[in-house]
């Protein structure tokens, strides 16, 4: 019986091991934004869901991702500088770049891609630096 308990103990200590070693580290990367005020149907793509998932309030945004607004939707999206941009109805909007700035204040540096509809964007003054590409 003791032996049993043994093997058994082993036996768990290695599995929990092993699925430790297997399972991937969350990406390093840091979210660059938050997806707020959805409506309607908004979708995300990204590296791990390429054919796009469901936008939700309060979605992490990391930079390559990809979001899609259908006809009559809206969605926010909020970078941590606490600048803001709308997007509307049938917009395809691709975050390419987030970079934080190596300055004495905290300031960022944004690259967007707007490849279809339009957006508003109000940008915190003197914080970041922002290139739209349409």
């Known amino acids: 019986m003791r032996i049993f308990f043994l093997f058994k103990s082993l036996l768990f200590i290695s599995v929990l091991s092993l699925t430790a070693t297997l399972v991937p580290a969350q990406d390093s990367s840091p979210a660059i934004a938050t997806l707020l005020q959805i409506e309607g149907g908004v979708e995300v793509v990204t ?3 390429p054919k796009g998932r469901r936008g ?4 992490l945004l990391f930079a390559g991702n990809k979001i899609r607004t259908s006809g009559k939707s809206k969605a926010t999206v909020e970078y941590r500088d606490g ?6 109805q049938n917009s395809e909007f ?4 987030s970079e934080e700035q190596n300055t004495s204040r905290r300031t960022f540096k ?6 279809n509809g339009s957006l508003r964007g109000r940008f915190k003054k003197g914080l970041q630096r922002t290139k739209i590409r349409t």
Request: charged share 30%.
């Open 94 to 97: 691709l975050l390419d770049l």
């Open 47 to 49: 590296d791990k869901s």
């Open 110 to 115: 944004y690259l967007l891609t707007l490849n």
């Open 83 to 88: 600048s803001r941009i709308r997007l509307f």
């Open 56 to 59: 939700r309030d309060g979605m």
